[in-house]
């Protein structure tokens, strides 16, 4: 059963947010003031340009920041839970469960040295206590599901055995073993050639409604967005960062009433996102 199934508010919330890395002599602001939200089963798109802060607000979810890195203003709410007033412990808990990550670099997530059904065994094994069979049993199931060949094979390689690609499937379904409520992708198709990027991006769509998990899809890649997201964010870096919430329509965004053009779809601009 999906965990989101007991909660129907936004599954993430995130108002006003203000995250700054901290050096000894400055403070480097690297998200101002943004705020979106993610709805149960919805696929929200974050696009803009580089350095505009869309990892470090995925960071911040993850309460990743590192040792400089700080959020000073604003809120995170998970399930209407602020992620700030809770224990560690709790959020320990949350993190790799309930929300998972997938990064740009497959390899960063893989541990090279374990085969790679005993790293898909262990997340059930960790976080639910489920017993050897039936951990073997769910990764059996889905390596299926990211329509990787000859799952038993697979399960018995290491990574380096598997392809760029086969590796990413690999970090989506080990994200997907303990059906987490909300799974945040950053820029998980970005060393990936185009065919395979394509084949990736269909196969998270189609696992997100199975799944019915919420989904955080940053890209710099607008069209493939329009391909994944059911509402997209725009953010800018200035002094400040704008944000466009939009909501897809067939290949047309709308925003409070108006039409969006789409230049790589070719459309005609009823209003265009101008700074
Ligand atoms: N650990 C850090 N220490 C200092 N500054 C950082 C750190 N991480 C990120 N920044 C700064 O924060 C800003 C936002 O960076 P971030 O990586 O979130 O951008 P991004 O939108 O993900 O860019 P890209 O599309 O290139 O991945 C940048 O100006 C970056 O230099
Ligand atoms: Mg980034």
Redesign the pocket.
Known sequence: MNKSADYDGPILEIDRLSIS?F?RMHE?P??MDFSTTVMPGEAMGLV????????????GVMQD??V??KIVGGSIKFKGRNLNEMSDEEFRDIRGNEIAMIYQEPMASLNPAMKIGKQLMEVPMIHENVDKDEAYKRALQVVTDVKLPDPERILKSFPHQLSGGQQQRIVIAMALMSKPSLLIL??PTTALDVTVEASIVELVRDLGKKYGTSMLF?S?NLGLILETCDRICV?Y?ESYCRVWCLRLVGHAAIWSGFVVSIPSLNMTPVMTLAR
């Open positions: 890395f050096t480097i690297a998200v803009g340009e580089s350095g505009c802060g869309k990892s470090t607000v995925a960071l920041l590192g400089n890195g950053d820029e940053i710099h953010m870096s």
